[in-house]
């Protein structure tokens, strides 16, 4: 499936981000696929494909269905679905390596790492879920010293945050937490303004 991606500059996978509200650089890890078969029945769909990394190993990929246009996700029962053990790994959203700053900025989701790392420019690795925060395989601690969580504000990302930073922290990394304001909001909701 991978193999059959390409860039996302000039697709609807780059439609839908810029519509979501990130405008910066595409991240290598995010590519387009114009026709991948879902779940829910015979018909090929435009797709969002992530490829989920542990350390340089692509693991799994992570697929996000789109309208035809990217003007939104395809609206089927699961707009979200993985192929692979996604457990520990993570998308990396940033293109090269990480800072000699030794900042890394951890998300659930990918659009709401791409908001995050839009608005303060720090390297960040997308998780997927709140399970996936709390399982992520981080860079050897000389790498990444400096963790920030950017926690969805609702109780399982708040929760997964909480237990991530405490694991983290007895690697011996500073960990920050940062949420939204509002609770029910992830930075993703922010950049588009969400009431």
């Given at each position: 499936m991978w193999k059959k991606t390409k860039l996302a500059a000039g697709t609807p996978v780059e439609t839908y981000l810029r519509a979501r509200g990130y405008h910066g650089q595409l991240p290598r890890a995010l590519r387009f696929h114009p026709n991948l078969k879902h779940k829910d029945g015979p018909q090929s769909h435009p797709a969002m494909v992530a490829a989920v990394l542990k350390g340089s190993n692509l693991v799994a990929v992570h697929r996000t269905y789109l309208q035809p246009d990217g003007g939104g996700k395809a609206g089927l029962s699961d707009d979200k679905l993985s192929l692979g053990p996604i457990g520990g790994g993570a998308v990396y959203l940033y293109n090269g390596p990480l800072p000699h700053s030794g900042e890394l900025m951890v998300?659930?989701?990918?659009?709401?790492?791409?908001?995050?790392?839009?608005?303060?420019?720090?390297?960040?690795?997308?998780?997927?879920?709140?399970?996936?925060?709390?399982?992520?395989?981080?860079?050897?601690?000389?790498?990444?010293?400096?963790?920030?969580?950017?926690?969805?504000?609702?109780?399982?990302?708040?929760?997964?945050?909480?237990?991530?930073?405490?694991?983290?922290?007895?690697?011996?990394?500073?960990?920050?937490?940062?949420?939204?304001p509002k609770e029910g909001e992830d930075f993703a909701d922010m950049i588009r303004g969400a009431p």
């Open positions: 998300s659930e989701g990918i659009e709401t790492g791409l908001a995050a790392m839009q608005a303060t420019g720090i390297p960040t690795w997308a998780a997927l879920s709140a399970g996936g925060i709390r399982k992520l395989i981080l860079p050897p601690l000389e790498f990444a010293p400096k963790i920030i969580i950017a926690a969805d504000h609702d109780r399982a990302g708040l929760e997964a945050a909480q237990a991530a930073a405490r694991r983290w922290h007895a690697e011996g990394r500073r960990v920050t937490i940062a949420k939204p």
